[in-house]
């Protein structure tokens, strides 16, 4: 009797042809395309009239927020801070009291034609998540300026 009369051989031999088979007749695969990269931005102050526009509704759009004074690029984090993030309602905002009371509300936003809310009615606690919050987005987004008052 032959060796390649054994069944054994015949189904390896299946899964051999089944491999280089599959392994030659597939085109590979195209990498996506690219994401344009956006020019990098420079350090500079903004007032929350200016912050409101880069809120993320195109997907053009860089999604800034800000924390305790300092303005975050969180684009990158467009899943969690765009339009339809979580997040999402803090994008060209100031996060602060927010994320200090761990809410997501809308009145937690300071209207924009107001003064920067100076937090001094948070109590410990929320004070330390606030440190927190500010410490998490230092080490995972670039900070991009500085959020002053508005111009008269």
Do not use: C
Not at 105 to 113: F, T, Y
């Amino acid at each position: 009797m032959s060796g390649f009369a054994n069944p054994v051989n015949w189904v390896l031999a299946g899964v051999l042809g089944y491999i280089t088979y599959n392994y030659f007749s597939t085109p590979p695969t195209p990498p996506p395309a690219p994401r344009p990269k956006q020019p990098a931005l420079v350090f500079k102050e903004y007032t929350p009239k200016e912050l409101v526009h880069f809120d993320g509704r195109t997907q053009d759009t860089r999604i800034l927020l800000a924390v305790q004074g300092k303005v975050f690029d969180v684009t990158r984090g467009r899943n969690f801070y765009g339009p339809e993030g979580p997040y999402g309602n803090f994008a060209g905002r100031d996060a602060s009291r927010g994320l200090a009371k761990n809410s997501f509300d809308k009145d937690m936003l300071v209207p924009l034609e107001g003064p920067i809310d100076k937090l001094e009615d948070l109590t410990d606690e929320e004070k330390e998540a606030l440190s927190d919050w500010a410490m998490h987005f230092e080490g995972k987004y670039q900070v991009v300026g500085k959020l002053i008052e508005n111009k008269d």
